[in-house]
């Protein structure tokens, strides 16, 4: 499994108090496939500070590689989230994105690329190029996750949207990402599009309405979990984590899913989330722990 995308810290304002955390999306959903059991590879920009440390030190910890190449920052990233009295997160960003040496794909079945890192040059630029390159040598998963600051203009970015849709296996998005890049659109009307762009699994997120995945058969709806929620930070990464995880263990997801092994794998996932959000900040949750909320 290989993951390529940004790693930051985020520094976390709730109320008068801050606190610095590890972050980052992709770097989240390496991070949750790690906890899940998996052994995610993951090529993301660090810094040889202690921010770019401690960030290695803790991916590590839970059973991430980081790829040797990611070492390629004069400064590690940074990203200050300030949450809202309902849990919400905004962010300011003060973020780089390179990567020095040409993607390799090397053993890995399944590859994850979004966030910040699908849009940001020069480093998105390598990530295109990549893609290209490995057709039917790992399947893909996207999460595009827009942050409105750091994709550029709206064309440019659904442009690229749909670009890197095309050459994935599974598209995951947040409502909110799909109301920013198709404004008025409903949510058929995006899971179709996503689909009709080339997706074999299209994924939206409705935070407390729920989430739901489609494939050209099967619609599913899956009800989000009653629980008291600490913030949202990392929920949409855990989903994503989750359903790759899901994907790792039943490889038929992607083939002929049944409609009850595609409820299954969305359940899975946002009992996962569910965990998350009722944390504070990205600490996303273990196998032992997801398994034990099922039960």
């Not at 008068?16 to 999306?25: K, T």
């Amino acid at each position: 499994m290989l993951v390529i995308g940004e790693s930051l810290i985020d520094i976390v304002h709730k109320g008068e108090h801050s606190i610095e955390v590890v972050g980052g999306s992709p770097a989240n959903v390496a991070l949750g496939l790690g906890r899940l059991g998996n052994s995610p590879r993951l090529l993301t920009a660090l810094g040889s500070d202690d921010r770019g440390r401690r960030i290695a030190t803790q991916l590590e910890s839970c059973g991430v590689t980081i790829d040797p190449a990611s070492w390629s920052l004069s400064r590690t990233s940074t990203a200050a989230a300030r949450i809202d009295p309902a849990g919400g997160a905004s962010y300011e960003f003060d973020i780089e994105w390179v990567l020095r040496e040409p993607i390799q794909v090397r053993a890995a079945r399944f590859v994850h690329l979004g966030s910040i890192g699908a849009f940001l040059a020069p480093g998105a630029d390598a990530i295109t190029t990549f893609l290209e390159t490995i057709h039917g040598q790992a399947l893909v998963t996207f999460d595009p996750n827009i942050r409105p600051a750091l994709v550029g203009s709206h064309a440019s970015a659904l442009a690229r949207v749909e670009h890197l849709a095309a050459r994935a296996d599974v598209v995951k998005l947040s409502d909110e990402d799909a109301s920013w890049l198709w404004p008025g659109a409903s949510t058929d009307k995006v899971l179709d599009h996503l689909l009709e762009c080339g997706a074999t699994i299209a994924a939206l997120t409705l935070g407390g309405d729920g989430s739901i995945a489609a494939t050209t058969e099967y619609r599913v709806h899956v009800s989000a979990p009653r629980v008291s929620v600490v913030d949202t930070v990392g929920a949409g990464d855990t989903f994503m984590a989750a359903f790759i995880h899901g994907l790792i263990v039943r490889p038929t997801l992607l083939n002929d899913p049944t409609e009850s092994e595609l409820a299954q794998a969305v359940h899975f996932a946002a009992v996962a989330a569910s965990l998350t959000v009722q944390r504070s900040g990205a600490d996303l949750p273990t196998w032992t722990e997801v398994h034990a909320a099922l039960a």
